[in-house]
C-alpha cells in the first residue's frame, strides 16, 4: 500500500546556504542520521526543491543575497503546499538581536547560532524527524480509516438493499393477500397475515435506523450554512400525516438560527426527537409539541428547547435512552427500535453539543440541544 511505502522512506532535510563550506558542513554532521540531505545556495533553488519533495525540515541560512532567508520563509508559509514544513534559522548574528525576533514573525520555529554546534544541531534535528515520522504514521491511519469507513458505508448499502428486497416482497405479498382473499381465511389465519405484515414493516425499519445509525460513525460531517426554520419546517411536512392521524400540533414559538452543520443530520436529530413527541403520547391527550429558542451558556452558542406532553420517563430512566436499541418499560408498548435517541446523541456529538434531558412521568419530557452556531476548522 502507498501509504506504508511512504512511512517506511527516509525524511528528507533541506538545508539552504550561500556558501558551500557551510552546506559541506552540515552535510557532515548530519550525514550520521537516517535521512535524505539536500542542499541549495538560492531561494530560488529552495523554492523549486519545496515544490518537488516532501521535506521534513528546512534549515534556513537568515543571510544570503537576493533573497535572504527571512523572505523565504515568508513565500513558504504563504504556500500552501509548504507552509506546514518547520523551519530551523541558522544566523550568525547574537541572540539577543531583533531578527531573532523578525524569525519567528516569518515561521521559525527555532534558531540556530553560528558557528553551529554539532551536537545542538544533532538533537534539534532528532526532535524534528521524530516529529515528521509520527505525523506520517497519523496520516497513514488517517487514510486507512477513511478507506474502511468507505467499504463500511457500501457494506451498509448492499446489507441494506439485500434484507429489504425480500422484506418488501413478504410486505406487499402479504397485504396482497389480505386485500384479494381475507373472505376466504379463517379469522385466525387473517390475525397470522397481519402478524407477518407488522413484522416485516417493523424488521423495515429497524434496516432503516441501523443503516442511519452506522453511517453516522463511518460518514464524515459536511458543514454548511443550515437555517434550522427550513430544516424544522420539512420534517414537520414529513411527518404530517403522522402528527394528523395523532390529531397532534407542533408548535414554534421563535425563530431559529443559522448555524454551521450537516443539514441531513440536522434533519435526523429534529425528525428523531419531534417523531419520539408524537409517537410516544398519552392516550388520553393529543400530542402538543413545542419548540422554542434559549440563550446558550457560553458565547456564540444556543439552545432549542423542545418540548412535548407525552408519557415522560423516570428521572433515574434519563441517562439511558442513548443506549442503542434501550427501551424504557413505560415505552415498550409502543413500537421502536431503541436507536432514534442514540442516532440524535451521535448527531450532537459530532457538531460538539449537548444535550440536557427533563421529564416527569406521565407528564412530558424536554429536550435541550446545546450547539455552537459555528464549527471550528
Known sequence: MDTQKNRHQAPKILVVD????????MQKILQ???????????????LSYTLRHDFALILLDVNMPEMDGFELAELLRSNEETKHIPIIFVTASNKEDQSVFKGYESGAVDYLFKPVN???????????????RRNKELEAIQSELERSNESLREFAQVVSHDLKNP?????????????????????????????ISATADRMNHLITDLLSYA??????????NVDLNEVVMNVISDLSSTIEHNEGQVIIQ????????????????????IANGLKY????????????????????????????????????????IFT?????????????????????????ERHDGLMEVESILGERSTFRVHLPISQGF
Open 18 to 25: 550561500d556558501r558551500k563550506e557551510n552546506l559541506f558542513a
Open 32 to 46: 550520521v542520521l537516517h535521512c535524505e540531505v539536500y542542499v541549495v545556495q538560492s531561494g530560488n533553488e529552495a
Open 118 to 132: 554539532a551536537d545542538i544541531l544533532l538533537s534539534k534535528v532528532k526532535i524534528f524527524l521524530e516529529l515528521n
Open 167 to 195: 422484506l418488501n416482497v413478504i410486505t406487499g405479498l402479504s397485504e396482497l393477500l389480505i386485500a384479494r382473499h381475507s373472505a376466504d381465511m379463517t379469522p385466525k389465519g387473517k390475525e397470522y397475515m397481519n402478524q
Open 215 to 224: 453511517q453516522l460513525n463511518a460518514k464524515s460531517v459536511t458543514f454548511g
Open 254 to 273: 421563535d425563530r431559529l438560527p443559522i448555524i454551521q452543520a450537516d443539514a441531513t443530520q440536522m434533519y435526523q436529530l429534529f425528525q428523531n426527537i
Open 281 to 320: 403520547r398519552r392516550k388520553e391527550q393529543s400530542p402538543i409539541i413545542q419548540i422554542s429558542l434559549l440563550e446558550g451558556n457560553e458565547p456564540d452558542t444556543f439552545v432549542i428547547q423542545i418540548q412535548d406532553n407525552g408519557i415522560g420517563m423516570k428521572n433515574e430512566d434519563i441517562p439511558s
Open 324 to 348: 442503542p436499541f434501550k427501551r424504557l418499560d413505560n415505552a415498550k408498548a409502543y413500537e421502536g427500535t431503541g436507536l432514534g435517541l442514540a442516532t440524535v446523541q451521535k448527531i450532537i
